[in-house]
């Protein structure tokens, strides 16, 4: 067990709704990364927050959006879904700013129908 | 071109064997470089980690970095069915936007 906990497990929709997913990191890990994985396009980084603040950005489109609270938990928000966007997305927390050790979470599937 | 390319196999061998799995990268930036391994239905765990080139040995496990030829290996020694799951490598350049590139991940079962 990683200490990263993520909710739901599964989701599963329908195209054009709206989603949250959730993530609380470590204890302790001011940083939280949102990655979304496919069988095509394998682990692809969707974006970093520390802190509160957005720290870098990946393949992330401009339906999905994430934000980091005080507590430092973390929700994605998927909007407008196609079937495409059919995939796991695993948060991933690490104590600083910096990418190499990173604690990844169980993951939520989500599939859109 | 993608910037890490990983055979996703699937790589099938007998316990006790030697596994050898493999990662090329294209961005010469790319000084961290990692293995992880997921298991089904889990997240990735971070196996192996090493900075620039050379070996780093933990336990069965050896990692690789060749970066004259942008070459990363990792070495199971005397592979177990529990080491059955599907490793990852990944880079990481020093500085700048620090993000993780992923490979494909290579699926690997170890038959008893």
């Known amino acids: 067990d990683s200490g990263v906990t993520q909710t739901p497990k599964h989701l599963i929709t329908a195209t054009g709704q709206r989603v949250t997913l959730r993530c609380s990191p470590r204890?302790?890990?001011?940083?939280v990364y949102w990655y979304q994985q496919s069988l095509d396009q394998g682990l692809q980084f969707l974006i970093q927050?520390?802190?509160?603040?957005?720290?870098a950005k990946g393949n992330i489109l401009e339906r999905f959006s994430a934000q980091q609270f005080p507590d430092l938990h973390s929700e994605l928000n998927l909007s407008s879904l196609e079937l495409g966007d059919s995939a796991l997305y695993f948060c991933?927390?690490?104590?600083?700013?910096?990418?190499?050790?990173?604690?990844f979470g169980p993951g939520t599937r989500l599939t859109v129908l | 071109q993608k910037e890490v390319e990983q055979d996703p196999g699937p790589l099938s061998v007998p316990e006790g064997a030697i596994v050898s799995l493999n990662c090329t990268y294209s961005?010469?930036?790319?000084?961290?470089f990692m293995w992880y391994r997921q298991y089904s239905r889990k997240g990735p765990e971070l196996l192996m980690y090493?900075?620039?080139?050379g070996n780093k040995e933990d336990g069965r496990f050896t990692a690789q970095v060749d970066k004259s030829s942008k070459y990363i290996s990792l070495f199971i020694r005397d592979s177990q069915p529990s080491d059955s799951a599907t490793y990852l490598c990944?880079?990481?350049?020093?500085?700048?936007?620090?993000?993780?590139?992923f490979g494909k991940g290579t699926k690997l079962t170890v038959n008893p």
């Open positions: 990944a880079t990481m350049t020093q500085g700048g936007s620090e993000k993780l590139v």
């Open positions: 927050y520390y802190n509160g603040e957005e720290r």
């Open positions: 991933a927390s690490s104590v600083v700013s910096r990418a190499d050790t990173q604690y």
């Open positions: 090493t900075y620039s080139s």
């Open positions: 961005n010469s930036a790319f000084q961290y």
């Open positions: 204890s302790g890990d001011l940083s």
